[in-house]
């Protein structure tokens, strides 16, 4: 099931966090921030009382955008990642957003992969985006005449 985040889920969002980054972790207050009060969607997936996935796509009232912020399971390949942009999507096409953007690490090819066939289109590479030697890529999905 996937549902808006609620303070309850805060200990497996920081654990998900903590397992799938290394580097650039939220911690519990910023954790706390987004779902309480950031500008945009924060989504879980749950089985039962268990959250094993997240996603936090930011809205900005002067983009026709929104922004994958972050995306996170610790059930890779269950196919979490989709239905959860999927969901965001399908939310944002109601609100008249014009499509998403992500930033994604040049060096994650399974990310890229599914990106690609939901059909993100790569717009713009970025030189050590993530620090030195650390690059990523945005890519951007357009939704025109899905709503």
Do not use: W
Not at 79 to 95: D, F, Q, R, V
Not at 99 to 127: P, Q, S, W
């Amino acid at each position: 099931m996937i549902r808006l985040a609620q303070q309850k889920d805060l200990n497996d969002i920081l654990r998900i966090e903590r397992t799938a980054f290394k580097k650039y972790q939220f911690d519990r207050n910023q954790i706390k921030y987004l779902i309480t009060k950031g500008r945009g969607i924060f989504l879980v997936t749950v089985a039962g009382d268990f959250v094993h996935s997240y996603i936090y796509c930011v809205i900005t009232k002067r983009s026709k955008y929104a922004r994958i912020h972050s995306i996170a399971t610790i059930c890779p390949r269950k196919g979490n990642a989709t239905m959860m942009i999927l969901k965001a999507e399908e939310i944002l096409k109601k609100m008249k957003k014009k499509g998403m953007t992500l930033d994604v690490d040049v060096k994650n090819k399974k990310a890229i992969k599914l990106y690609k066939k939901m059909g993100y289109k790569m717009i713009k590479h970025k030189e050590n985006y993530y620090g030195r030697g650390e690059h990523a890529d945005r890519y951007r999905r357009d939704f025109l005449n899905e709503r």
